[in-house]
C-alpha cells in the first residue's frame, strides 16, 4: 500500500471508530478485528471524540 493510500485509510477508520465512539454505536467481533488490524497499521493516527448529548 502507498503511503498516501495508507493514510487514507487510516484516516477513514480512525473516523469511523471516532463515530462509534461518539453515538455509543455497537462494535461487532469482525468489524472490532478489522479496526484492530487497521490501527496496527496507523501507530501516528489519532482521534478525538466528544460523546452525542
Known amino acids: 500500500m502507498e503511503a498516501a493510500e ?3 485509510h487510516c484516516r477513514y477508520a ?3 471508530t471516532a463515530t462509534k465512539l461518539r453515538w455509543g454505536l ?3 467481533p ?3 478485528e478489522a ?3 487497521i ?5 501516528t493516527t489519532t482521534f478525538t471524540y ?3 448529548p
Open 35 to 37: 479496526l484492530f488490524q
Open 26 to 28: 455497537a462494535v461487532d
Open 30 to 32: 469482525a468489524e472490532h
Open 39 to 43: 490501527a496496527t497499521q496507523c501507530a
Open 6 to 8: 495508507r493514510s487514507a
Open 14 to 16: 480512525a473516523e469511523w
Open 50 to 52: 466528544e460523546p452525542a
